[in-house]
Every structure is written in C-alpha cells, then in structure tokens.
C-alpha cells in the first residue's frame, strides 16, 4: 500500500530545504490531532533563527499540499497538522484492490540471507527452549522472502563431538532395531539419559565410548554408519515437531556441525597466515580487541584445544566464512538466545579481523528473551524438567479445541479440528511474536488462547467473521475494478489509515526483525476494524457506500491474512 509518511516526506522535504537552505528531514508521524504531524520547524530554529511557527508558516506555503490534505494546521510552538482528504485515502485505497501485494512493494535491492534458526541438539529432544528460535527465525523467513530476497535456511544441528561416542556405543548395547524404534517415537531424552548412565556408572563402557568419538573424529565407516543412524531418527522426529509448528524447515535445511568437519583446519591454517592465532595453554585461540573476563584478562575463541581437537569456535568460525564465501550471503541473520550475543558478537569480529565480513555483508544476532512459568522461573515440568514442545503444542490444540467446540458447536469434526489446530498453534506463535524478542514472557494458556485482546485467536476471529459477511451478501469478492472508495464516516477514515500504514510498516520490520511491531499492528488494525463494522453498518447500506465498505471489509480481510501469514499463522475462514 502507499506509504503516507513516504508522499508527505515528497512533499515537505523540498518546502523545508527551500526554507532553511539545505536538506532537512520533515520528521513526520502519527498523530492524535490530525492524521499526520511534522515536528521538523521547531528544530530549525537553531540552525535559521526566527520562531518555529514562522517557520512552519513559509514551509507550508512553500508546499505543494493542496491535492494530498484537506486540512493543514499549524499549531502549538510549530508543529504542522496534516489530514489527509477523504478522497485521496479513497483512492489510495482503491489502488490495492485486485492487487495479491496490496501494493506493497517489493525490496528494491534484493539480497541473499541466511538464516541460522532453530538449532535443536541430535542427542535430546527438542523442549519449549527451541521454541523461540524456531518460529522467529521463521517469521523471517517467511517476511524476507516475502519481499523478494533469496533465503538460504540454516539449521545448524549439534551432531557431533564426544556425547556421540557414548550414543553410538549405547545403540550398539541396545541393537540397532530397538536403538531407531525409540529414537522414532521422539524418545530422544530417554535414550541419552540411559546412555549418560553407563557412562557415569561402568569404566568399561566410559572407555569404549572414547575410544568410538576418536573413531567417528577418524572417519571410521561402521561407526559413521550408525551414527548416521541415530541422527537420521533425530531428523525425522524433529521434523514431526517442525510439521506441527507449521514451520517452512525441511531435511534441506539441515547443516548440523559435522557438515564443517574438514573446513577446521583450513579455519586454523588461514587465521594462522594472518596472524590472528595466538597460543595460551597449549591451545591455539583468536583474541578479539574488547573482550575480557571477570578479572580483566583478554577473552579468548578456542580454535584449536591443545591436543589438536577442534572448539566449538572453530566451527561457527568455519559456519560464517562458509556463508559468506560459498553461499555469496550478504546478511547474516542469527536468530539465538541473548546469553549468546558476546559469543556471537566475538565471531564477527573474527571473521572482519580476517576479511570474510565485509561491507556490504554484515552479520546480525537477532537475540530473544526466555520463556518462563507463572514463577517467574524458565518454564518446566512440575517434576523440574523441560518441557516438550511436542507436549506444548498438542496441549494448546487440545484446549484450542474445547474452546472452539463451545464457541461454534455447528462445525463437522473435521472443521473443527482444522480450526483448532490452526488456533492452538498460531496462540502460541503470536504469544511469543506479539512480545518484544528481547524479553522474557509467561506462558499462559488462557491468556493466548482468549477471543478477547491481542490474541491469535481475537485476529484469527476478526478476519473469519469479514468471511462471514461475504457469505450473508453471497459475494465471493467485490469488484476487483474499483476507481475509488466511498470515506465519509469517521470510522471509515479510521480503517483507512490503519490499511494504508502496512507498506510502512513492512518495510521497518523487515529492517528491525521486530516482529511485535507487525502483530500490534495487526492488533490495531482488528480493533479499528471492530469499530467500522458496530458503527458503519455494511449489509444495510445501498449503493456506492455498500460497495466501499464491502472493499473495506475484503482488504481489511487480506491484511489480516497476508499480517498473520508472514508470522506463520494461519487464518480460517471459519471459527
């Protein structure tokens, strides 16, 4: 849709160079006296002299607003009002009908993004710690590609390393038969702890299972092959927990650590040539400038351990230079808890120290919050475990659905259960989404699962009920022809505005990846939408008035969807 702040900032831009002589942004917003405001005059006077409201005074006459605004009015110490005319909200309006993008444009400089999300460990089962990472990283997903960029996705898996040895030796004491049947049904925690018990228990078996990490670490073909057994099980289980999120990761996607096994030492010799090893403790380690521990001393990445192993360092540093280099990425997107970002933060440095991250490309951690219990504490089990996300998920559908069947006791079996599971994992999604990443949040099955507030189920709710009115008018659309709309009333004007802010809106959160600021966007635009149909009735109007507000209700309808769709949410046409 057409950007409002974008056409005035056209308009007012030039006015205010012409006045103070140079460029100067118009800083224009939303406001509660009119439907636009410009604070730019009040801070020129430092620059130009004089009193703001003169200011104000020669830049709107200098401005050519006369086709845009109905109203512009200086008021207070300077600031510049600006209502925009009913029929140019109408037009506007009219430009996004028939129109899958609602006339939001796409980037205009396409990128390739990879996306590092969702990272479950192959040895345990994935719990609500996954949670966030998964579906932010989705949501990003789905919005970059939206707008025209190549997203590359990257689930980097831990698949590797010494717990494997002790996995590896445990199947080989089970069978191989049992050994994938328990890692089928998503028994992958039972399985590891069995394993971590012989090996706290027997030396005999402690043993074996070292000696098998340095026959996986050599490239030993048996035991690569039942490795490959227990990660292949774990791949198929998270995808079963993937296809419940409703999330775009497939087996594609899957770059665990071992996909990086032999770039390692190519990492050490290139840091080597370039002087940015450093030995400490008979390990080979990169300092980055700016980092230190408690006690002030320069803060090390383990590249190379002093017995020729290889840390966990050496391995993100070989993922960055790989998507980089190889897959030509120019925005790195790292979608990890915040007790990451230092880590993080020192990987990038490394990889600039080293020339690999370079402008244009630049590497972001897009950082979340934890997911606590009603105590305030990381949410767990009442026996003091994690919880499962398969057992998350399928107890909001489950309660999604005792609610849906209350609401609408008339949907078949088969609409209800498509209902509720559309309902009870898009609650989920938005409770996260619709707070700040950057905070913890309680998790609250009554509070996201309610019809009332900013809830899945409220949008979800809102959008099916604009479906509902198309089926009492016995219209599948309206015209997808339409020159212009019909805005008289002040709710009419209202809906229009919150419609016409999307492309805008889009367009900051594909910058920031904050994802709350589309699902209050969302919210608003529910709740203006609220307000039109109690006061605009639609069914009951005749003429040119029914057929702008049958508009309305179809694009308030879409953006809706297409809002809740970028966040991965899916929105029945009936509830």
């Not at 619709?434 to 509070?447: E, G, I, M, Q």
Request: charged share 25%; proline share 4%; glycine share 8%.
């Amino acid at each position: 849709m057409a950007n409002l702040e974008e056409l005035l900032h056209q308009r007012l831009a030039p006015a205010f160079e012409a006045v103070a002589g140079a460029p100067v942004d118009p800083v224009i917003r939303r406001s509660q006296h009119a439907h636009f405001q410009s604070d730019a005059a009040l801070a020129l006077v430092r620059k130009i002299g004089g009193k703001p409201r003169d200011i104000a005074s020669q830049v709107v006459e200098a401005a050519q607003l006369d086709d845009l605004c109905s109203s512009v009015e200086i008021s207070g110490p300077g600031f510049i009002n600006l209502t925009l005319a009913d029929e140019v909200l109408g037009r506007l309006l009219a430009d996004t009908v028939g129109d899958e993008r609602l006339s939001v444009p796409q980037a205009k400089a396409p990128e390739t993004i990879a996306i590092d999300y969702s990272a479950p460990n192959a040895a345990k089962e994935m719990h609500v710690g996954h949670l966030r990472s998964t579906i932010i990283g989705d949501a990003a997903v789905r919005l970059l590609e939206w707008q025209g960029h190549t997203i590359i996705r990257q689930n980097h898996i831990g698949e590797w390393g010494t717990p494997f040895g002790m996995l590896v030796e445990h199947l080989l004491d089970i069978g191989e038969s049992e050994a994938a049947h328990e890692l089928s049904v998503g028994d992958l925690n039972g399985f590891y702890k069995a394993a971590r018990v012989k090996f706290d228990a027997d030396e005999t078996f402690k043993n074996r299972a070292r000696k098998r990490v340095v026959l996986l670490q050599s490239g030993d073909a048996t035991t690569l092959r039942l490795w490959r057994t227990l990660v292949d099980e774990s791949k198929k289980y998270f995808m079963t927990v993937y296809g419940m999120l409703g999330v775009k990761l497939t087996e594609d996607d899957f770059f665990g650590e071992s996909y990086y096994n032999d770039q390692l030492q190519s990492v050490v010799d290139e840091l080597a040539e370039l002087g940015l090893l450093r030995e400490s403790e008979g390990a080979q380690c990169v300092f980055p400038e700016g980092y230190t521990n408690r006690n002030g001393d320069p803060l090390p990445i383990i590249v190379q351990k002093g017995d020729g192993g290889f840390g966990y360092g050496a391995t993100d540093l070989a993922t960055i230079r790989h998507r980089l280099r190889n897959l030509k990425a120019t925005r790195l997107l790292y979608v990890v808890g915040l007790p990451q970002r230092q880590h993080l933060e020192m990987i990038y440095d490394v990889a600039r120290d080293a020339q690999w991250l370079v402008p244009p490309a630049r590497a972001e951690h897009v950082g979340h919050g934890s997911i606590l219990g009603d105590d305030g504490k990381m949410l767990r089990t009442r026996a003091g475990v994690s919880v499962k996300l398969v057992d998350l998920l399928e107890e909001s559908v489950v309660r999604a659905s005792a609610v849906i069947a209350e609401k609408n006791p008339e949907l078949d079996e088969d609409t209800r259960a498509a209902v509720a599971r559309a309902v009870g994992i898009g609650a989920v999604k938005y409770a996260d989404l619709s707070t700040d990443r950057l905070k913890d949040y309680v998790f609250d099955y009554d509070r996201m699962l309610s019809f009332d507030g900013n809830t899945a189920p409220y949008l979800q709710y809102a959008r099916a009920r604009i479906c509902s009115i198309f089926r009492r008018a016995g219209v599948e659309q309206p015209l997808t022809n339409v020159d212009t709309l019909v805005i008289a009333e002040p709710a009419e004007r209202a809906l229009s505005l919150e419609l016409l802010e999307f492309g805008a809106l889009i367009s900051d959160v594909s910058e920031s990846l904050e994802f709350h600021k589309l699902a209050n966007y969302l919210y608003s635009l529910a709740s203006a939408f609220t307000s039109f149909y109690e006061k605009c009735p639609v069914l009951r109007s005749e003429g040119d008035i029914k057929q702008s507000r049958l508009v309305l209700c179809d694009i308030t309808a879409r953006t809706l969807e297409l809002g809740l769709g970028l966040l991965g949410i899916e929105a029945p046409d009936q509830m």
